[in-house]
């Protein structure tokens, strides 16, 4: 599909990830409609994309909310008339130990992570269908084939994110639609700083700060961390191939070869 003058929604748009993608589809020509809690962040971006010719529009949604969820998809309607792509980036994390994760931490990761991409995916389906033709790519996570201690419902969620991936791929083909997954690797990002990095210096034997950096050295074959741009860069890839639905692929550097 060619990108250029095409709409697309990107919801956790203010974080590293979210922004580095949403700038990829501004950069191929697309319009495109940043998501996310707060608006402040949003107005940066939308300086940011400016010069490119697209028209970008800021908007804040929770995702966890049907009818926000479905008021973000009635504006950019309003706005642009059409829907051709939907990145359901929005994400959380909480690192613990099983016997000590809290339910309410567990209801959270699951709602946005995963609910979030069903509140979403319902919202954009049925103007994707009239139209038959639209592109999802679902940001799911290296945890989501392969489990990791302490982020067990971060990886439950991610391993959900895939599944529905798959389900939605099988029903919305008939449609020309796409249904694809990313599966980011090892960003250095507040995840890691903020919840990893302290809850597997333990496990690693080394300080907090050295976490991130061993880890890569010693479970990625390619030897460096993943950068947002990279991630991008597989949305972008995703967004414009008319054969592929139903996959997964890693953007890991060669850590998860499944």
């Known amino acids: 599909m060619e990108l250029k003058g095409r709409v697309g929604i990107v919801t956790g748009a203010a974080g590293g990830l979210g922004r580095a993608i949403a700038l990829e589809l501004v950069h191929e020509g697309m319009n495109v409609v940043a998501v996310d809690l707060a608006q402040d962040p949003m107005d940066v971006l939308v300086k940011e994309a400016e010069g490119f010719g697209a028209d970008v529009l800021a908007m804040t949604a929770d995702v966890t909310s049907s009818e926000s969820t479905e008021r973000m998809a009635r504006k950019t309607l309003d706005r642009f008339g059409r829907i051709d792509v939907l990145v359901n980036n929005a994400g959380v994390i909480v690192a613990a130990p099983f016997v000590e994760m809290k339910r309410a931490d567990w209801d959270r990761i699951i709602g946005v992570n995963l609910g979030g991409v069903f509140n979403c995916c319902k919202a954009v389906v049925p103007s994707m269908i009239q139209r038959k033709t639209g592109r999802i790519v679902n940001i799911s996570s290296v945890a989501g084939k392969r489990a990791a201690p302490l982020i067990s419902a971060y990886s439950a ?88 639905t139903g996959a997964a692929i890693n953007v890991d550097g060669g850590h998860t070869m499944v």
């Open 157 to 244: 969620s991610k391993f959900g994110v895939i599944g529905l991936t798959q389900a939605l791929a099988l029903e919305l083909g008939e449609y020309d639609i796409t249904v694809n997954a990313v599966c980011p690797g090892f960003i250095e990002t507040a995840m890691w700083k903020d919840h990893l990095n302290p809850a597997l210096s333990p496990l690693l034997g080394v300080g907090a700060e050295e976490v991130f950096h061993t880890f890569i050295e010693t479970n990625v074959p390619l030897k460096r961390p993943q950068s947002p741009e990279d991630i991008a860069q597989c949305v972008v890839f995703l967004c414009k191939a008319d054969n592929i």
